[in-house]
């Protein structure tokens, strides 16, 4: 499932190349994985590619978007319009990829009502109502970290369920939820790690008990 989000963004890049067939060894290497399991991931679709051609682009494109649910729009709602809230609206990528922003909500009453392209700052207390009349399918959360477990709680009360957390924040959704984290400094922290190692930074302590290597 992780991986097919990434398929689909390297067979985009190819028919906008005008590239009509791919090799599973070609799609390997895009994707950064290897071609056995690109044609394992696809068969799973019931797509086998041609021996000697390899798998046509548009029809696999298809088949993805399928599975994925990109045949039709899922409206989404931002709760939190701070700096991160207004970057997300203001991003086109969201609604170009079949998420449409459709509402933007914050519980602070100097932002209500204040527009933001096309759209005006909703109240969070009109949640329910923003839900049911622009048939909102993803909450993204774009608070402050304390406020963000209310926030979660609010959205599923409201029945939105497929919520993108990035709030600093550990939160928790019931089962019937779908929730998503994007962490920033977690990330960022990551790439930290790697850049001390190429740096000859420290290095991970030896497992505990293990004597270390005399020479």
Not at 42 to 64: A, H, I
Request: with cysteine; hydrophobic share 45%.
């Amino acid at each position: 499932m992780a991986r097919l989000p990434v398929y689909l963004r390297c067979l985009v890049e190819q028919a906008n190349d005008k590239t009509t067939t791919i090799s599973s060894e070609r799609l390997a290497e895009l994707a950064g994985v290897n071609a056995a399991k690109v044609r394992k991931d696809l068969s799973y679709l019931g797509s086998y590619g041609t021996r000697g051609v390899g798998y046509d682009v548009e029809y696999l494109l298809f088949q993805m978007s399928r599975e994925l649910g990109l045949t039709q729009d899922w409206p989404v709602a931002i709760v939190g319009v701070g700096n991160l809230g207004q970057a997300l609206a203001n991003y086109g990528g969201f609604g170009d990829r079949g998420f449409p922003v459709v509402a933007l909500v914050d519980a602070d009453p100097s932002k209500v009502g204040t527009a933001h392209g096309k759209l005006s700052v909703r109240h969070i207390d009109d949640l329910p109502d923003i839900a049911r009349e622009l048939h909102v399918s993803i909450g993204i959360i774009a608070t402050p970290a304390v406020a963000a477990q209310d926030v979660a709680d609010r959205l599923v009360a409201a029945g939105i369920t497929s919520i993108l957390n990035f709030a600093p924040a550990i939160i928790s959704v019931p089962p019937e939820a779908s929730l998503r984290k994007v962490d920033l400094a977690l990330e960022l922290q990551i790439l930290s790690f790697y850049q001390q190692q190429r740096a000859g930074g420290p290095h991970l302590p030896e497992p505990s008990g293990t004597a270390p290597a005399r020479s």
